[in-house]
């Protein structure tokens, strides 16, 4: 008799889609964000989870967690049992021919770097070329970068057209007897565009080439078949179909796999195991080498249940008239451009804010003061922002559990956000012939970070914290655009930021600046740094604990990594500046020594008077 643990759980499944219910299943939507009820808009990111997969990941751990594969005891075979049961549901959820062919791994990342690696090794070699689109994200750019590097290969790249679409015309020319895969992805996460990929996939195999799919913007939005795609690999992540972050899925044709050598060693990946050999496991355990997450195959498996029972056809028609109507409000306020009208598109839009320009980091964290949670950023899709000459773009993406009443209220927050930033446009700045530099806050960086510090601590919440650094911003010294050069931009920040340094006029290590930034909350951000390092000594500057200092403002936990990224690449080039200012005081220290010891000693004549 199949054994089961007592009670197994399973979610929570809402006979059919019911909003009401299914917006009760998900307990985060119950929290409130800055003193307002949450409205989550960054699912293409990753998507909330409903209570039953929260529930069965924890009840895993409370009363059957136990390794796999190579236990006798119950709770071994318990853990086995659910395992494979979620490998079971993952074939049927895609349609793979075989559940050997479904193989676990962290998320679409690592199934990528999976194919890159273990097809990649196989049958990649010099000359040979790689075929991805211009609208990949990093995760399926860089795997191929770096086989190509490592082999001596080709990356070759489809464009994309005004809309965000792929030229096929112009994919179908880039095939060659060179090209050894084609991987594209399934749907945009920074357009929404959803390509053509059975018609990638048929021009393609015309021509003998494998085609992996990346699919992890696809999956929680429509059904997938990899059989009527005929795809050879399909990839996607566990977070992002209301599964637990840290498991993936790589499904791969049977045949096309066992042709595939391993590309992890270990355990339960293996056969048998001596010093002179090793041979391997079957399908799917030669690619799953130690031990898995097994609770998170278990809560992907929950997830599926739970996306299968609400339905995907009822989902993608849900989303479909959230993102018409989301296209209708924000086409409808002034200044908003959106980036990516593909014909077919799925629940994402981008968009700028052109009229008054408006960065989409403050875009961002003006929504967040309301309680909206949307994305901003190039959204590791660099190649796409670089296509349109933006920076990046501010993303609300859906998930089966928003409404229209949340999107009118994000409409109706950022036009009042659009409205006010016109009111408050920055007039152009009428900065004198001769420079003026800011100048010293206090004596050291060690006074100014203390006197800011105190300043914060009154400040008890993010939103005064925030409306302080914007009111820094505010006052930010002017920078001419004269000095706004490529060899004074600052590489590693999402938003635009020049920085401009000189040694004082009269002083041999004393560093000045100015900087700027298209987004109001790193201009507040330069202005803390200015008043930190700006008029200060190289030697303090260098010597100066700026990481506890960032720790005391708060800055560490209401900035994202990028955010934080960016204000260390500042740093950094601060730092690199007074580095330079030192090195030239030594060296003219150096070279004034050097001919002192060079001039002839005075002749002295001695005399009687």
Not at 83 to 88: D, G, I, L, S, Y
Not at 151 to 167: H, M, S
Not at 321 to 350: C, E, F, M, N, Y
Not at 523 to 537: F, H, N, P
Request: glycine letters at 6%; aromatic letters at 6%.
């Amino acid at each position: 008799m199949k054994q089961t643990p007592e009670s197994r759980p399973r979610a929570h499944l809402p006979p059919l889609f019911d909003l009401v219910r299914i917006r009760e299943a998900f307990p985060i939507l119950r929290r409130t964000v800055n003193g307002h009820p949450l409205i989550y808009l960054d699912n293409a990111a990753t998507t909330q989870k409903p209570q039953g997969v929260i529930e069965v990941i924890s009840r895993f751990y409370e009363q059957y967690n136990a390794n796999i594969h190579r236990s006798v005891n119950l709770l071994g075979q318990l853990a086995t049992q659910e395992f494979e049961e979620a490998r079971a549901k993952v074939q049927r959820f895609l349609n793979a021919a075989s559940a050997k062919e479904i193989i676990f791994t962290r998320g679409a990342t690592e199934a990528i770097n999976l194919v890159a690696q273990s097809f990649g090794r196989a049958f990649v070699q010099a000359g040979d070329e790689i075929v991805i689109s211009h609208m990949e994200h990093h995760s399926n750019i860089v795997p191929w970068q770096m086989l190509c590097e490592e082999k001596g290969a080709k990356l070759r790249v489809i464009p994309i057209d005004e809309n965000g679409e792929l030229l096929l015309e112009e994919y179908e020319k880039l095939l060659t007897p060179r090209t050894k895969l084609v991987s594209v992805v399934h749907v945009s996460n920074s357009l929404g565009t959803i390509n053509p990929v059975k018609e990638i996939i048929r021009i393609a195999h015309a021509r003998g080439i494998p085609v992996l799919v990346d699919g992890a913007q696809a999956v929680s939005h429509m059904r997938v078949d990899v059989q009527d795609l005929d795809c050879d690999f399909y990839a996607f992540s566990g977070h992002k179909v209301y599964g637990p972050t840290g498991i993936g899925v790589l499904y791969g044709k049977e045949e096309l796999l066992r042709k595939m050598p391993p590309w992890q060693g270990g355990g339960d990946m293996i056969a048998s195991v001596t010093f002179a050999k090793t041979t391997y496991a079957d399908l799917p355990n030669k690619f799953e080498a130690g031990t898995p997450d097994i609770a998170g195959a278990v809560g992907l498996g929950a997830a599926i249940d739970y996306v299968e029972r609400v339905g995907l056809e009822n989902i993608a028609a849900h989303e479909e008239s959230l993102l018409q109507h989301a296209t209708r409000r924000l086409q409808a306020i002034p200044g908003v451009r959106i980036i990516g009208k593909a014909a077919r598109k799925t629940a994402v839009i981008s968009f700028v804010v052109d009229d008054p320009p408006l960065s989409a980091l403050d875009v961002g964290v003006k929504l967040d003061l309301h309680g909206i949670e949307i994305r901003t950023g190039h959204h590791c899709c660099q190649p796409v922002m670089d296509r349109y000459g933006i920076p990046g773009t501010a993303r609300i993406s859906f998930a089966m559990y928003n409404t229209i009443a949340e999107i009118d209220y994000v409409a109706e927050v950022l036009a009042k956000i659009v409205n006010e930033a016109a009111g408050k446009a920055r007039p152009t700045p009428q900065v004198p012939r001769e420079l003026i530099f800011p100048k010293p806050f206090a004596p050291s960086p060690a006074v100014a970070a203390a006197k800011l510090i105190e300043t914060f601590d009154f400040l008890e919440t993010w939103p005064e914290r925030y409306q302080m650094i914007l009111e820094f911003g505010r006052k930010l010294p002017p920078m001419p655009d004269e000095l706004k050069t490529e060899a004074n931009r600052v590489r590693g920040c999402q938003s635009t930021v020049h920085i401009a340094a000189r040694k004082r006029p009269g002083t041999s290590d004393v560093l000045e600046f100015l900087a700027d930034s298209d987004a109001d909350l790193v201009r507040g951000l330069i202005a803390i740094l200015q008043k930190v390092y700006s008029g200060q000594r190289v030697s303090d500057i260098l010597s100066f604990d700026v990481e506890n200092f960032f720790a005391r403002l708060g800055l560490d936990k209401h900035l994202t990594l990028g955010r934080r990224n960016g204000l260390a690449a500042m740093v950094q080039r601060i730092r690199d500046l007074a580095r330079q200012i030192a090195e030239e005081a030594r060296q003219e220290e150096e070279r004034l020594k050097e001919e002192t010891q060079q001039r002839p000693a005075k002749s002295v004549s001695a005399g009687v008077s």
